[in-house]
């Protein structure tokens, strides 16, 4: 709809994870970083965590991008999955033929047999798993049963896990006590910084075709960036109503105000007008208030 207006190609701040547009902040490559050096190390299994919205699926999708050409890979975006169906999943990625009545016994022999393959042509196999908070404790210890296999010297199996916060209330449940020691390698995905935001903006804008300086001002940045808490799916939402608002206006620069608008407009996003006055003209408030009540005090014991 504003994509002409702006001279754009395409939408810049679509919710899908698209790895065109993963932007290497600084969040997103130090996660990056860790998944490697935990891969190049040969750890068994890592842990990627992040509040909803923080960018884990397209981390995801990026880790799987790099990995391809050196990796067999097994990418599960469905984590409620049976046992049998786990296995079955990594089979097909794996593109491993068996029967459609096969047992968990026969798959789980296909895919250890499999795995020494993949050892000899020096091909590790990854699994990343997407949302695990979700994943069945049975499907989840089926996994860990499925690492038993490796070397005196190395992993065989190289497992991701991908989820939100609860996964670590998971993982100290005593059912998974085995699994919660074998996760050597954890990572936290943190929300972009305000220092960050202009460049994430410029970045998406650039890839889909935007040429130019940054529509958003500073004080819109500065609005935007507290509304969403650093959140890149707010940050994204926010964006694309801004760009529809504006395209409405007829206005090619993005201000405080249509950010305003943007977020009116948007369901579980509030900035209260207390938000908006400057951290020390807050406590300068406060500590004026305390003064006065404290001169009332002391004029009352007189």
Do not use: W
Request: proline share 4%; charged share 20%; glycine share 6%.
């Amino acid at each position: 709809m504003y994509e002409q207006f702006f001279g754009l190609r395409e939408r810049p701040f679509s919710l899908t994870p698209d790895t065109e547009y993963f932007y290497r902040f600084s969040g997103h490559q130090e996660a990056l970083n860790v998944l490697l050096v935990a891969l190049r190390n040969g750890e068994g299994f890592v842990r990627v965590t992040g509040e909803v919205g923080t960018g884990k699926t397209l981390l995801c999708r990026q880790l799987l991008k790099i990995l391809q050409h050196d990796c067999a890979i097994a990418y599960l975006p469905n984590p409620l999955l049976t046992p049998l169906e786990l296995y079955q999943a990594i089979s097909h990625d794996l593109c491993l033929d068996f029967p459609a009545d096969a047992s968990l016994q026969q798959l789980q022999q296909g895919i250890f047999a499999e795995l020494v393959r993949l050892h000899e042509a020096q091909r590790p196999l990854v699994v990343l798993i997407d949302e695990a908070q979700a994943m069945p404790h049975k499907s989840l210890e089926s996994l860990r049963l499925l690492s038993n296999l490796e070397t005196e010297k190395e992993k065989l199996l190289h497992i991701f896990f991908f989820a939100q916060p609860e996964f670590e209330q998971r993982l100290a449940e005593g059912k998974l006590r085995q699994l919660r020691q074998r996760i050597t390698f954890a990572y936290t995905l943190e929300p972009l910084q305000l220092q960050e935001l202009s460049a994430y903006l410029q970045y998406r804008l650039q890839v889909a075709g935007f040429h130019g300086a940054n529509p958003f001002t500073a004080a819109a940045m500065k609005l935007l960036h507290r509304s969403s808490n650093g959140v890149p799916r707010l940050i994204n939402i926010l964006s694309h109503k801004a760009f529809l608002l504006a395209y409405g206006k007829g206005e090619r620069n993005i201000g405080h105000r249509i950010i305003k608008a943007a977020i009116k407009d948007t369901a579980g996003v509030n900035v209260s007008r207390r938000s908006f006055f400057p951290r020390y003209v807050l406590e300068l408030g406060l500590v004026t208030m305390v003064a006065m009540v404290t001169l009332l005090i002391f004029g009352a014991l007189k």
